[in-house]
């Protein structure tokens, strides 16, 4: 007889994390196959030292603080039209 199988639930913060990494991974992977064949791209004179996979992640975390900004600016729209609401 089978052993019970265990299941575990997982909040949704961590399923979008997942989610995220996979993505990640998946581009970093794409961008490394890219490179592979069409070679490193061109860079600024003040980049020079940086290897195409630091300026990937670069490029990454610009994005994703533009997404998070985006979002702050959101919710503090939101927060502000709520209050106004309010009084």
């Not at 639930?9 to 990494?21: A, I």
């Not at 990640?24 to 860079?43: D, M, N, Q, V, W």
């Not at 195409?52 to 603080?65: H, N």
Request: overall charge positive; hydrophobic content about 35%; some cysteine.
């Amino acid at each position: 007889m089978d052993p019970p199988k265990r299941t575990f639930p997982l909040s949704d913060t961590l399923k979008e994390d997942m989610c995220d990494y996979v993505g990640l991974l998946t581009a970093f992977k794409a961008h490394r196959i890219y490179r592979k064949h069409h070679g490193s791209e061109p860079r600024f004179d003040t980049m020079q030292d940086l290897n195409s996979d630091q300026l990937f992640f670069i490029g990454y975390a610009a994005v994703c603080r533009q997404v998070l900004l985006k979002a702050k600016r959101s919710a503090e729209i939101y927060t502000s039209c709520t209050y106004m609401s309010q009084t």
